[in-house]
């Protein structure tokens, strides 16, 4: 009997860490009435996709940092400073993935009252 809700426990616990579908943006921790989202501007392959969040609801955006890195040890993860091109939409056009495999982009969000916010986006990148 202790052995059946062991393995229960343990089923519920995989299926509570499931990470989201590919292409799902999650946020944690957003102020209250501000929604973010991920674009990325081309398909996910090694190389370079510029990559833009989208912000609504945020009042001053001071800084805008996307981190792309591997989801396993040992790979220099790709930081860029994106740049506003337009009201809520920031980019980072000179992002560039180094090769293929499980990635995830983590956008982190400075506003001007000291508020900050993180973004995050799973990301599977092909080969060329």
């Known amino acids: 009997m202790k052995r059946l809700v062991a393995t229960v426990l343990l089923l519920?616990?995989?299926v509570a860490c499931k990470p989201p579908v590919d292409g799902e943006s999650i946020s944690g921790g957003l102020p209250e009435g501000t929604t973010a989202e991920f674009i990325l501007e081309a398909p996910a392959r090694v190389g370079p996709v510029p990559v833009r969040l989208e912000l609504s609801g945020t009042g001053e955006v001071e800084q805008v940092t996307i981190t792309g890195d591997m989801t396993h040890a040992g790979?220099?993860?790709?930081?860029?400073?994106?740049?506003?091109?337009?009201p809520g939409s920031w980019r980072a056009g000179d992002f560039e993935f180094h090769m293929g495999g499980d990635w995830f982009l983590l956008a982190e969000v400075s506003l001007a009252d000291g508020t900050a916010f993180e973004v995050t986006l799973p990301v599977n990148v092909g080969g060329n």
Do not use: D, K, T
Request: avoid cysteine; proline fraction near 7%.
């Open 12 to 14: 519920l616990l995989l």
């Open 75 to 86: 790979m220099i993860p790709v930081i860029r400073e994106a740049v506003e091109v337009e």
